[in-house]
C-alpha cells in the first residue's frame, strides 16, 4: 500500500470537507472542514481521526467554514505544517476563522448559563471549540500558492491550485504523486460559469481519481439572467409602498455579488438611486479583500474596473461598520436598502433590521441565499404567521421574497460540464458533499452519461489507490 485515501468527512452530507492522503506512510489533509449539519456538530467534538501531528501539509480549496473551519482545532491539537491555498482565500480564511470563533465563544458562555439557570449538562462542554487566539494561530501556517503552478511538498508529491469559479480564491486542487504515478483531483466546491465579478471553472484533462461534489447533483438551477428582473422589481414595487428592502446576505461572496447587480442596475437606470447599507462589518472586510485581487477577476469585472468604476462603490452606498452608525439607519425617512448578515438571520444586525420592518406591510423582505431548516430565515420564507426575535413575537406583515439564481454552487449541468472536460475516463470518481439523494442521483446519471466507475464512499472508507 503506497497511495491510500481516506473520507473523513463531507461524505453522504454537505459539510466537513476533509480528506486524508497517505503516500508511504506521508500524511497529508485536503480541506479541514465545520461540521454545521445539527446532527453531525458532535464530530466537531470528537477527537480527529487522524493524529494531527502526524499531518505535514494541508491543501486548502476555498474559505467557506464547511472547508476550513476545523483548523484551529488541528492547529491547538499539535499540527504544525504548511497550509497551502491561495492568498486570498487566506484573507477571507482569516476573517472567517475569527468570527467563527467568536461565535463558538459566545455559544459556549451562552451554554453555561442556560445550563446553571437550568441546573444540568448538556451534550457538550461548556468551553468552546476553539477561541479567538486559537484561531490566529493557523495564520502563520498559511502559505500561499498561485493558480497554475506547481507546487512540490515532498520530493514525490506536487500539487497545482486552478479557480474553481466558486468564491474569491476558490481551487480545484489537483496532486500527482510520482511513484505510481497516481493523480487525483479534489473539485473542492465548484461554481457557476458567468457569474459576476470570478472566473469560470477550470476544466481539468486528466486524473487517475477524481473526487467531485455533488451539492446539486439532482438539480437546476434558476437561470442567472433572472437575478436582476427580479431584483429589479421587488426593488421599484417597495419603492412604490414606501418601504424598505431588507436583505439578509451571507458575508462573503454573496453580498459583493449582490452589489455588482445593483451597481449594473443603476447604471443601467432601472433602479431608482436609494440609499444602500451594507450593515456587517465582515462583509464589509471581505469587500476589502476583494481589492486586492484584481487578477482573479473575469473579463467582464476588469473591464467594469477599467471603465474607472467600481463594483463595491455606487453614490448613496454606505458600508456601516460601527453600532451608531447601524442603529442610525432605522431613523431614515424613505426607501432603502439594507443588507446584512447573518444570511439566515440566525445572529447579527440582520435581527434589529428585521425587528423594526418584519410588521410593516409595505416592506420587503428579499432572501437570496439557501435557508438551513431551523433558522429564522427558513420560518420566515416557509411563511410563518409571526416569528420570535430577541425573545419576542413579531407578526410577518412584510412581503417575503426569495431569488433562487444566486448559489455558488455548479448545478448537475454545470457539474456534469466540469466533468465533460476530463479527455480520457478517470480510473474512479469519489462523489462527495452532497445529501444521499443528491449524490446518488448524480452518481447514477455519471454511470449512464460516461460509463465511468462511481463510488459515494461512507465515513472514514479509506481506498487503496495504488
Ligand atoms: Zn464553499
Known amino acids: 500500500m503506497a497511495v491510500s485515501l481516506q473520507f473523513m468527512g463531507a461524505t453522504r452530507n454537505v459539510t466537513g470537507s476533509c480528506f486524508l492522503l497517505e503516500v508511504k506512510g506521508r500524511r497529508f489533509l485536503i480541506d479541514c472542514g465545520l461540521y454545521q449539519e445539527r446532527e453531525l456538530r458532535s464530530r466537531n ?5 487522524a493524529d494531527p501531528k502526524s499531518i505535514e501539509a494541508v491543501f486548502l480549496t476555498h474559505a467557506h467554514l464547511d472547508h476550513c473551519g476545523l483548523l484551529p ?125 470570478i472566473r469560470d471553472p477550470a476544466l481539468i484533462e486528466d ?32 419603492v412604490n409602498q414606501g418601504g424598505n428592502i431588507i436583505i439578509p446576505s ?16 443603476l447604471q443601467e437606470n432601472r433602479i431608482p438611486h436609494l440609499l444602500t447599507f451594507v450593515d456587517s462589518p465582515m462583509a464589509i472586510n471581505v469587500i476589502e479583500v476583494f481589492k486586492h485581487y484584481p487578477e482573479y477577476f473575469d473579463e ?11 463594483p463595491f462603490y455606487f453614490s448613496n452606498l454606505k458600508l456601516t461598520r460601527s453600532v451608531e452608525e447601524s442603529k442610525a439607519i432605522n431613523r431614515i425617512r424613505g426607501s432603502c436598502i439594507i443588507i446584512a448578515g447573518s444570511g439566515m438571520c440566525t445572529g447579527g444586525r440582520i435581527k434589529h433590521h428585521l425587528v ?50 444566486f448559489s455558488a454552487h455548479a448545478d448537475q449541468r454545470e457539474l456534469l460540464r466540469w466533468l465533460t472536460g476530463f479527455r480520457s475516463s478517470p480510473k474512479r470518481v469519489f462523489i462527495v458533499h452532497g445529501e444521499e439523494e443528491a449524490a446518488t442521483t448524480f452518481a447514477r446519471i455519471l454511470n449512464e452519461k460516461f460509463s465511468w466507475q462511481t463510488e459515494i464512499p461512507e465515513y472514514l472508507e479509506k481506498k487503496i489507490l495504488i
Request: hydrophobic share 40%.
Open 45 to 49: 467534538w470528537e477527537p480527529f481521526p
Open 73 to 197: 482545532k488541528l492547529v491547538k491539537e499539535g499540527f504544525k505544517g504548511k497550509i497551502m491555498c491561495t492568498s486570498a482565500t487566506a484573507e477571507i480564511a482569516r476573517i472567517v476563522l475569527l468570527d467563527a470563533a467568536h461565535l463558538q465563544e459566545e455559544d459556549a458562555k451562552f451554554k453555561k448559563k442556560r445550563h446553571e439557570r437550568e441546573k444540568r449538562k448538556g451534550p457538550y462542554p461548556e468551553v468552546p471549540l476553539y477561541t479567538e487566539e486559537d484561531a490566529k494561530s493557523v495564520f502563520p501556517l498559511f502559505t500561499p500558492v498561485e493558480y497554475e503552478k506547481a507546487v512540490k511538498i515532498i520530493d514525490s508529491v506536487e500539487a497545482v491550485f486552478y479557480d474553481a469559479g466558486h468564491i474569491l480564491g476558490s481551487s480545484i486542487i489537483k496532486i500527482n504523486v510520482s511513484s505510481g504515478p497516481v493523480s487525483l483531483v479534489f473539485s473542492g466546491d465548484l461554481g457557476r460559469w458567468d457569474k459576476p465579478i
Open 207 to 238: 486524473a487517475d481519481y477524481v473526487v467531485v461534489e455533488s451539492t446539486y447533483g439532482d438539480r437546476l438551477h434558476e437561470d442567472l439572467s433572472e437575478i436582476k428582473v427580479k431584483l429589479c422589481d421587488i426593488i421599484i414595487s417597495t
Open 250 to 265: 451571507f458575508a462573503v461572496e454573496r453580498t459583493q455579488e449582490l452589489l455588482y447587480y445593483l451597481n449594473e442596475l
Open 300 to 310: 467582464e469585472m476588469l473591464n467594469f474596473i477599467q471603465s474607472g468604476r467600481s
Open 356 to 405: 423594526n420592518n418584519i410588521i410593516r406591510p409595505e416592506c420587503s423582505i428579499l432572501f437570496i441565499g439557501y435557508q438551513a431548516k431551523g433558522t429564522l430565515g427558513r420560518e420566515i420564507v416557509d411563511g410563518a404567521s409571526e416569528v420570535r426575535i430577541h425573545g419576542q413575537m413579531h407578526p410577518v406583515r412584510a412581503n417575503v421574497v426569495k431569488i433562487n439564481g
